[in-house]
């Protein structure tokens, strides 16, 4: 899931030109000083001439929806830098996700490819395949976005896809998962709030507790699976925070996903006793029944979820008293959680390619284009630019446990998976067992452990 879009400035572009201008001073100073120190040497070879990059002309992008509010923040943004950079038009075009690698790669295929697009699960093949404008070298001379005091830098680490290159660039904030829980029904039951030393034992031991039946019907649940069903972070939550390695194996000849480790086997099961050997977690088609409202949660049926930073809006309007903490502690003794942000690719086809790289920049950068994504519920993270933290803090400063927003991010790993089979791999094979049989409680984790080394090995 990838949804999440900085120091006060004057236009980007106008510093450049400050900088170039500079530049020149000082080379024609030193020029000026040399010549009249020696008068009988050769001229010294004329400085290289470089030019500022043209600002200008038209910026096609190209994402996927995220939500109404966020939607339209993407776009706010468009408009205000075509207002500060006359002469640019930035069209934005947003498809709902279901559609959006299928004509990503139509237009590609006739020769069409947006300026900017928003990296997929088939970022990797785009890579090989020549098709995306490396962007290493214009961060690494970039005094602000190479500076990690000023900067969270690991945010790069979203867009090395081959796992050494910067193929993207990650616009605006960074986001993770939190623990969510209605503090009424905690107080119901006479259960503690959720702290930051919570162990997943101490997570099922509560959801024990918050679940309520009568005459051998559930009336409340402890929990929901929430985003603990997601592939890009959520299962593997628990599982890295019991120590597993990493899930893609790279190591040989083709890539494989490593799911041999205990502590894979351990989480799948953990999810399906939830809801079936503890029964304090909704089954799938029981969740179905509130997807009216959301969720059970959202209902005021289900007590604590662990789920994605942009459910914190939805869930703030629909529970009176929210609480948030950080994801609970495994056997490493770490609290370790996903991270997400928005990556976002330039064609290396593109005609306007500095423009393009200078809009994603003042994206990110600039004070001004924050301000909308802070008033969506996608704002509980952190800003890529540290100076903006304070900005993103209003929608959740007033939650107890709100904090949980920045802190999820302090130890995080990025779990999303780029191979350049792997949507293929994932649509056919692993979501159609991972939602009908493994969360249907049809077939035990270690039997899907089989199936996807059978299945998968050697096709990512």
């Not at 409202?293 to 008293?321: E, L």
Request: proline letters at 4%.
């Amino acid at each position: 899931m990838e949804i999440f879009r900085i120091q006060k400035t004057k236009s980007v572009h106008r510093k450049s030109k400050i900088s170039i201008a500079l530049t020149f001073l000082i080379v024609s100073l030193v020029g000026c000083s040399s010549a009249s120190q020696d008068k009988d040497a050769a001229q010294s070879e004329s400085a290289p001439v470089v030019e500022a990059p043209v600002i200008g002309g038209t910026v096609n992008i190209l994402t996927w929806q995220t939500g109404a509010s966020v939607d339209a923040a993407v776009k706010t943004v468009a408009k205000l830098y075509e207002k500060t950079h006359p002469g640019t038009t930035i069209n934005v075009t947003i498809l709902p996700y279901e559609q959006y690698e299928q004509k990503l790669q139509l237009a590609i295929t006739g020769g069409k490819t947006p300026d900017i697009f928003q990296a997929a699960s088939t970022a990797l093949r785009l890579v090989e395949s020549g098709k995306v404008l490396r962007l290493d070298d214009r961060i690494a001379n970039d005094p602000l976005l190479s500076d990690d005091s000023k900067v969270r830098t690991t945010a790069y680490d979203l867009a090395k896809f081959d796992g050494t290159h910067v193929d993207a660039f990650p616009t605006g904030t960074l986001c993770g998962m939190q623990l969510f829980y209605n503090q009424d029904l905690f107080d119901k039951a006479g259960v503690a709030y959720p702290t930051a030393t919570w162990t997943w034992d101490d997570f099922l031991a509560a959801a024990q507790k918050l679940t309520v039946a009568k005459n051998g019907k559930t009336t409340q649940w402890g929990t929901t699976l929430g985003y603990l069903r997601g592939w890009d972070g959520g299962w593997q939550a628990i599982a890295a925070s019991n120590g597993m390695g990493s899930f893609l194996d790279s190591s040989g000849a083709t890539p494989r996903l490593a799911v041999e480790q205990p502590q894979v086997e351990s989480a799948w099961q953990l999810l399906q006793d939830l809801i079936y050997k503890y029964k304090v977690a909704p089954t799938l088609s029981t969740e179905e029944i509130f997807k009216q409202s959301g969720n059970s949660f959202q209902s005021g049926k289900t007590a604590m979820v662990v789920d994605g930073c942009w459910q914190m809006g939805p869930y703030d309007n629909a529970i009176k008293n929210l609480g948030m903490m950080t994801l609970p502690v495994g056997s490493s003794g770490q609290s370790v959680g996903p991270v997400w942000g928005s990556n976002m690719i330039i064609s290396k086809d593109s005609k306007n390619i500095d423009t393009a790289w200078d809009f994603l920049r003042w994206w990110t950068v600039t004070q001004d284009a924050m301000v909308p994504f802070a008033k969506t519920s996608a704002a509980c993270g952190s800003a890529i630019v540290k100076e903006f933290d304070a900005l993103l803090n209003t929608p959740w400063v007033n939650i107890p446990g709100g904090d949980a927003c920045a802190n999820s991010l302090n130890n995080v790993k990025n779990f999303s998976i780029y191979t350049p089979n792997w949507g293929e791999v994932y649509g056919k094979v692993i979501d159609p067992t991972w939602n009908t049989k493994l969360l249907e409680g049809k077939i035990t984790a270690k039997e899907f452990v089989a199936t996807l080394k059978t299945e998968t090995d050697g096709k990512l």
